[in-house]
């Protein structure tokens, strides 16, 4: 399972847990001791991601002698080096079902990949069209049989299946557990995968992909494990080993209490991703808010500079205007002077009185 919003350590297995287990090997504890006890050497993992499981299954194939094929149309370079730098391992740059039709039948495979009914179902049938050479049903382990992807499809490239097998999707809304149709927010693939518009129904999800293959393969049995996105294990009935496994899971085989705290997990990490959008929203806002009070400063700095302007001009014309006020009073007090043969007052003492005088 890929869950955007969040990247899976490089190593789960310390202390520094990822918020949110995602990877086949927060199932470690249930599915080595499968291929333990079926003997099982030579190994397909179908969809490698960042190698996080990959890394264990070199471990585990490097300490039993055996070999695993990694396919993945995609790799990351993580994933290339630990292919490179293990001689128990090979990369196969391909996509699925097809590179598992040019692979020989191995003991066991690890389907994750694309999450959807079209590949998957042609997944269980290449595999099984390789064990007809009277050998049994090698062990199958699918990831993500629980929800989101257990009764809905996830396409990685819809365009690479054929169109009637692809239900309308999107990559933009996300699925929640509460409904059926897609909604803005909850799980999604932000743009790296796009989900079926509506959950159930035929032909979609995992799970239905598993049951419909199941069906009239009475010597087949299916296990889940209903935690981490869900686990898959189809074992044959017909073979001791297969039986052995079967026995081994039972304990876990739709087990009420992991049900729940899956239940759990998923409510409370939808609550992370609500909230997370949350603050991304207000982080918009506030961005948005930041920006209009910088406008706000620089045009509150001009209309200061522009006022610091206008008052200077209206002083120069204050000026101006009292000088031609004054100029004009000395001009009439001459002429009243003249007619009454009296001394005029000095420009300084009619400016000075003026200066008193405020204008009607
Ligand atoms: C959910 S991740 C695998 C996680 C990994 N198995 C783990 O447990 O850590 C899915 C991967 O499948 C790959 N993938 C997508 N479509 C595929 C296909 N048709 N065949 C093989 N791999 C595919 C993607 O590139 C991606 O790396």
Known sequence: MTVAHHREGDDDSSDRAPLLLHSLAALREVIFPCLDISGARTLVEVGGEDGTFTRELVAWTEKTGGRLYCVDPQPSAKLVELCDGSDAAELIVDRSPAALESLERADAYMLDGDHNYYTVRNELEAIERRSRDGSSMPLVFLHDVGWPCGRRD???????????????????????????????????????????????????????????????????????????????????????????????????????????????????????????????????????????????????????????????????????????????????????????????????????????????
Not at 163 to 191: C, L, M, N, Q, W
Not at 278 to 307: H, P, V
């Open 154 to 360: 996830q396409y990685y490239s819809p365009e690479s299946l054929p169109a009637e097998a692809v239900h309308p999707y999107t990559y933009d809304r996300g699925v929640i557990p509460e409904s059926s149709e897609v909604v803005k927010g909850g799980f999604r693939g932000a743009g790296e995968f796009a989900v079926a518009l509506e959950e159930g129904g035929e032909a979609n999800g995992v799970l239905t992909a598993v049951e419909d293959f199941l069906e009239g393969r009475p010597e087949l049995s299916l296990v889940t494990v209903p935690c981490v996105f869900g686990l898959g294990v189809i074992h044959p009935t017909s073979s001791t080993e297969g039986r052995a496994v079967g026995e081994l899971l039972q304990f876990y085989d739709g087990h009420p209490l992991l049900e729940r705290l899956e239940r759990n997990r998923l409510t409370l990490y939808l609550r992370v991703l609500e909230l997370q959008d949350g603050m991304r929203s207000l982080m918009a806002q506030l961005d948005d808010t930041s920006l209009r009070l910088r406008d706000a400063g620089t045009e509150n700095r001009a209309l200061w500079a522009r006022n610091a302007e206008l008052e200077a001009h209206l002083k120069v014309f204050t000026d101006e205007a009292g000088f031609l006020l004054a100029s004009r009073a000395f001009t009439v007090a001459e002429r009243l002077a003249k007619l009454h043969g009296s001394k005029a007052p000095s420009r300084d003492r009619l400016r000075a009185a003026l200066e008193g005088v405020q204008p009607a």
